[in-house]
C-alpha cells in the first residue's frame, strides 16, 4: 500500500445543524476529498499533495458564517484509512427491509442490504434526505420501470431501485469523484443494469422515465424540475429532495407550475422529501 499523506480537518459543527451540508458542499469544491460526519461535527479529508494552508479561504460559509466553526489539523497516514472510517460509520438501517453498510460491516438478514465504500458523507444513508429517500424507494412499486437518479452521489440510491427490480437505472452526478465512487459501488452490488455517467439534466436530452430521484439542493431542483417533467412519462413520479421545510412553498410552486401534481411528503429535522406524479 502506498504511504498517502493525508490532512484531516475536524469541524465541529453539528451534522443536524443546517449548514453542514454547505460547508461539504463548498469543501468539496475546494478540493477536500472525503467526509465524515459524527456526533462531534464534520471530518474533512484532503491529501497532503491537495493542500495549501490557505486552502480554506475559498470556503465561503466560514466568512459569513451562519454557525461557529473550530478546527484542528492532522496528518494521517492511509494505513490509517479504513481504522478511521469503521470508527466512525455505522450501518444505517431503513424501515424493517434495507440496511446500508460498509465492507467490514457483518452482513445483516434484511431484504434490501446494499453495501457502500463509504468515501464521501453524501449517500451513506446518515444523511436525513438520503434516508427519506430510501424511504420513498422502499415504500413505491419499482419493478420494471425506467429510473433516473439525478444526483446520484455513492449510488445508493440507484442500488436501492435495481435491488427492487427496476428494468434500468441511469444515474447521473456532476462530480468526478462521486461518479467514480457510484461506478465502484453499482459494481460491487452487482448491479448490471445502473449506467453511471457524469454530468448533469443537460444529458438528459428526450429519455423518458417512469421515475426520477433527485436529491440535490433548492437551487439545482428549482432550476432542473421542468426538466425532469419533460423526461418523465405519463403517470411518472418525481421524487425530491435535498432542501428545508421554508422551502417546500416554492418547490411546490415550481412543481404545478411544470404539471406535477402533489402526492406526499416526509419530513426529518427540518429537512424534507416530496413526491410529486405526472
Ligand atoms: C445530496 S447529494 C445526494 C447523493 C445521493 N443521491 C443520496 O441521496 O444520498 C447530491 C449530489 O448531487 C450532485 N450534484 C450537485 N449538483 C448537481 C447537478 N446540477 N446535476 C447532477 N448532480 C449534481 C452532487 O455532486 C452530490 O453527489
Same mark, same amino acid.
Given at each position: 500500500?502506498? #504511504?498517502?499523506?493525508?490532512?484531516?480537518?475536524?469541524?465541529?459543527?453539528?451534522?443536524?445543524?443546517?449548514?453542514?451540508?454547505?460547508?461539504?458542499?463548498?469543501?468539496?469544491?475546494?478540493?477536500?476529498?472525503?467526509?465524515?460526519?459524527?456526533?462531534?461535527?464534520?471530518?474533512?479529508?484532503?491529501?497532503?499533495?491537495?493542500?495549501?494552508?490557505?486552502?480554506?479561504?475559498?470556503?465561503?460559509?466560514? *466568512?459569513? @458564517?451562519?454557525? &461557529?466553526?473550530?478546527?484542528?489539523?492532522?496528518?494521517?497516514?492511509? &494505513?490509517?484509512?479504513?481504522?478511521?472510517?469503521?470508527?466512525?460509520?455505522?450501518?444505517? !438501517? =431503513?424501515?424493517? !427491509?434495507? $440496511?446500508?453498510?460498509?465492507?467490514?460491516?457483518?452482513?445483516?438478514? $434484511?431484504?434490501?442490504?446494499?453495501?457502500?465504500?463509504?468515501?464521501?458523507?453524501?449517500?451513506?444513508?446518515?444523511?436525513?434526505?438520503?434516508?427519506?429517500?430510501? !424511504?420513498? =424507494?422502499? &415504500?413505491?412499486?419499482?419493478?420494471?420501470?425506467? =429510473?433516473? *437518479?439525478?444526483? @446520484?452521489?455513492?449510488?445508493?440510491?440507484?442500488?436501492?431501485?435495481?435491488?427492487?427490480?427496476?428494468?434500468?437505472?441511469?444515474?447521473? *452526478?456532476?462530480?468526478?469523484?462521486?461518479?467514480?465512487?457510484?461506478?465502484? #459501488?453499482?459494481?460491487?452490488?452487482?448491479? @448490471?443494469?445502473?449506467? $453511471?455517467?457524469?454530468?448533469?439534466?443537460?444529458?438528459?436530452?428526450?429519455?423518458?422515465? #417512469?421515475?426520477?430521484?433527485?436529491?440535490?439542493?433548492?437551487?439545482?431542483?428549482?432550476? *432542473?424540475?421542468?426538466?425532469?417533467? !419533460?423526461?418523465?412519462?405519463?403517470?411518472?413520479?418525481?421524487?425530491?429532495?435535498?432542501?428545508?421545510?421554508?422551502?417546500?412553498?416554492?418547490?411546490?410552486?415550481?412543481?404545478?407550475?411544470?404539471?406535477?401534481?402533489?402526492?406526499?411528503?416526509?419530513?426529518? %429535522? %427540518?429537512?424534507?422529501? $416530496?413526491?410529486?406524479?405526472?
Amino acid at each position: 500500500m502506498s #504511504n498517502t499523506i493525508y490532512i484531516e480537518y475536524n469541524f465541529s459543527v453539528s451534522p443536524l445543524q443546517p449548514g453542514s451540508d454547505i460547508l461539504i458542499a463548498e469543501l468539496g469544491e475546494a478540493g477536500f476529498e472525503s467526509f465524515v460526519e459524527n456526533e462531534e461535527g464534520v471530518l474533512a479529508y484532503i491529501q497532503k499533495e491537495d493542500w495549501n494552508e490557505n486552502i480554506l479561504e475559498t470556503v465561503e460559509i466560514l *466568512d459569513n @458564517s451562519i454557525f &461557529e466553526v473550530g478546527f484542528s489539523i492532522k496528518e494521517i497516514e492511509q &494505513e490509517n484509512w479504513n481504522a478511521t472510517w469503521e470508527k466512525n460509520f455505522e450501518a444505517i !438501517q =431503513v424501515a424493517d !427491509q434495507c $440496511v446500508v453498510r460498509a465492507p467490514f460491516h457483518e452482513k445483516p438478514d $434484511v431484504a434490501f442490504d446494499i453495501v457502500i465504500e463509504p468515501k464521501m458523507s453524501f449517500g451513506t444513508g446518515h444523511h436525513e434526505t438520503t434516508y427519506m429517500m430510501l !424511504q420513498f =424507494v422502499l &415504500e413505491n412499486d419499482f419493478e420494471g420501470k425506467d =429510473v433516473l *437518479d439525478m444526483g @446520484s452521489g455513492t449510488g445508493v440510491l440507484a442500488i436501492l431501485a435495481a435491488l427492487k427490480k427496476a428494468a434500468h437505472i441511469d444515474a447521473i *452526478d456532476i462530480d468526478n469523484w462521486c461518479y467514480l465512487n457510484a461506478k465502484e #459501488n453499482v459494481e460491487r452490488n452487482n448491479c @448490471s443494469h445502473i449506467s $453511471v455517467f457524469e454530468g448533469d439534466s443537460s444529458l438528459l436530452g428526450e429519455r423518458k422515465y #417512469n421515475v426520477i430521484l433527485a436529491n440535490i439542493n433548492r437551487n439545482i431542483l428549482l432550476a *432542473d424540475i421542468p426538466v425532469y417533467a !419533460q423526461n418523465l412519462r405519463e403517470n411518472g413520479a418525481l421524487f425530491l429532495s435535498g432542501f428545508y421545510e421554508e422551502d417546500i412553498p416554492l418547490i411546490s410552486e415550481t412543481c404545478l407550475k411544470a404539471g406535477l401534481k402533489f402526492e406526499k411528503n416526509l419530513q426529518k %429535522n %427540518n429537512w424534507v422529501a $416530496v413526491k410529486y406524479v405526472f
